[in-house]
């Protein structure tokens, strides 16, 4: 199956290829959790209970072979067994709410220190804001991340 050796390229966990369509210019991965539950963010419990899926959206990842490349995903929402909360999954390579895969947002900071904004948002054709809000994000992250334990 070809799909089977795209999940192991696209090298992701707990996520499974299940379609692919590629333009001249950009890949588009169709994916989905393969986990069967998810963890609720009110108590911390794990949920079988999968109620309802969003609408797809795209998730800009790596390029591969030179062109852009995304993941269609559709958010699955849960509601949980133990405390009734409904909740939408979180999965770990995407920032909550990102249009963007972690190790992708990763990228453009290893650009951005070496190049201008406006280099980066060329060579990625992304936008310019785009590009200097994921390099904000970043470099706060890592910021908060080096004071850890002498604040927070
Ligand atoms: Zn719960």
Same mark, same amino acid.
């Given at each position: 199956?070809?799909?089977?050796?795209?999940?192991?390229?696209?090298?992701?966990?707990?996520? +499974? $290829?299940?379609?692919?369509?590629?333009?001249?210019?950009?890949?588009?991965?169709? $994916?989905? =959790? %393969?986990?069967? !539950?998810?963890?609720? =963010? #009110?108590?911390?419990?794990?949920?079988?209970?999968?109620?309802?899926?969003?609408?797809?959206?795209? !998730?800009?990842?790596?390029?591969?072979?030179?062109?852009?490349? @995304?993941?269609?995903?559709?958010?699955?929402?849960? +509601?949980?067994? %133990?405390?009734?909360?409904?909740?939408?999954?979180?999965? #770990?390579?995407?920032?909550?709410?990102?249009?963007?895969?972690?190790?992708?947002?990763? @990228? !453009?900071?290893?650009?951005?220190? &070496?190049?201008? $904004?406006?280099?980066?948002?060329?060579?990625? #054709?992304?936008?310019?804001?785009? $590009? #200097?809000?994921?390099? &904000?994000?970043?470099? &706060? &992250?890592?910021?908060?991340?080096?004071?850890?334990?002498?604040? +927070?």
């Amino acid at each position: 199956m070809p799909e089977q050796n795209l999940t192991t390229l696209l090298n992701l966990p707990n996520l +499974e $290829v299940i379609g692919c369509e590629s333009a001249e210019d950009a890949v588009v991965l169709e $994916v989905k =959790p %393969t986990l069967k !539950v998810a963890v609720c =963010p #009110e108590c911390q419990r794990p949920s079988a209970s999968l109620h309802d899926y969003d609408a797809p959206r795209l !998730v800009r990842d790596l390029s591969m072979f030179g062109r852009k490349s @995304y993941l269609r995903i559709r958010g699955r929402r849960f +509601e949980c067994e %133990t405390c009734q909360n409904a909740f939408t999954e979180r999965l #770990e390579w995407i920032a909550f709410d990102s249009s963007y895969t972690r190790r992708f947002e990763e @990228y !453009v900071f290893t650009l951005c220190r &070496k190049n201008t $904004v406006q280099d980066v948002s060329q060579m990625l #054709e992304l936008g310019y804001e785009a $590009v #200097e809000g994921l390099f &904000k994000r970043q470099a &706060k &992250k890592r910021h908060r991340h080096n004071k850890k334990g002498s604040s +927070e």
